[in-house]
């Protein structure tokens, strides 16, 4: 069967892990939960912040 041409559930450009930060981000109305992978670093950072765009945008930011 012929896949569609706009199938978004795979990925056209391979993911280099040794690269490339990965940050998954579970939004609630008390608390934000946001995890990653990030190259170089053996553990998984997990990190709860209030719910605040500024403060996830800093968090997410290169310093």
Do not use: F, Y
Request: charged content about 20%; proline content about 10%; aromatic content about 2%.
């Amino acid at each position: 069967m012929p896949q569609p041409k706009d199938d978004l559930s795979r990925s056209l450009v391979a993911l280099d892990q040794h690269q490339t930060l990965v940050a998954v981000v579970e939004l609630s109305s008390a608390t934000w939960l946001v995890g990653g992978i990030v190259p170089g670093i053996e553990r998984d950072p997990l990190k709860k912040l209030v719910p605040d765009e500024k403060g996830l945008l800093n968090l997410l930011s290169p310093a």
